[in-house]
């Protein structure tokens, strides 16, 4: 069984990779595989509610960014994790731009597979883009998996995470804790709806 590890920071070897590389080290010692993505620096749209990856499902009709190589690997992911650090209290906007445009396009590939989230802050604001990350898994019928305390690590300069003990410690319980849901459950995704078909309502009509 593989997880999907995706780093939301535009620094590559900064305080969420290093909250990130924890878990995917205590994610080997359990036996699941893992790989981790780096979303890169360079930028990415946000989604424009076009609507035309309805059309052709599995990838958003701008390829120009890093959002649809991260997608493709959706299918042959049995799990996901994603990692950001806090800015203004909310998740990187690049990584929130990659989460709903490839949820959007290619979800089918990822509902129902459990998902955790990691949030890396300097000292405020985690609490609230740790429940951000969390959104988009609950909609898309995914267990979430929790850990000892909320999915924080604190740190401001690279390395200081490293620091974190109690931080780290969460790290690797959320890994444990992943690695008996897949165990357990053999990689299945959640049932979900099953036959029962989606009842859209809203509260105009």
Known sequence: MKVLI?????RPKGNTATALAEIARQLEINGIESETVWIGNKPVRGCIACDRCKA???????????????????AEADA?????PVYYGQPNGAL?????RSFHSNGNSIAG???AAVA?????????????LNMPFLMMNMPVVSSQYWNIVFGREPGQAALDEEGLQTMRVLAN??????????GKTAPGRG????EPTHFIR
């Open 195 to 198: 036959d029962e078909p989606w």
């Open 120 to 132: 890396v802050c300097r000292r405020g604001g985690s609490t609230t883009a740790f429940q951000t």
């Open 177 to 186: 804790n992943m690695a008996f849901m897949l165990k357990s459950t053999g």
């Open 96 to 100: 929130l731009s990659i989460i709903q």
């Open 113 to 115: 597979k459990p998902a």
């Open 56 to 74: 052709k499902p599995g990838a958003c009709v701008f390829n120009d960014d890093i959002c649809n190589e991260i997608s493709a690997k959706y």
């Open 6 to 10: 995706i780093n939301g920071s535009p």
């Open 80 to 84: 996901l994790i994603v990692g950001s």
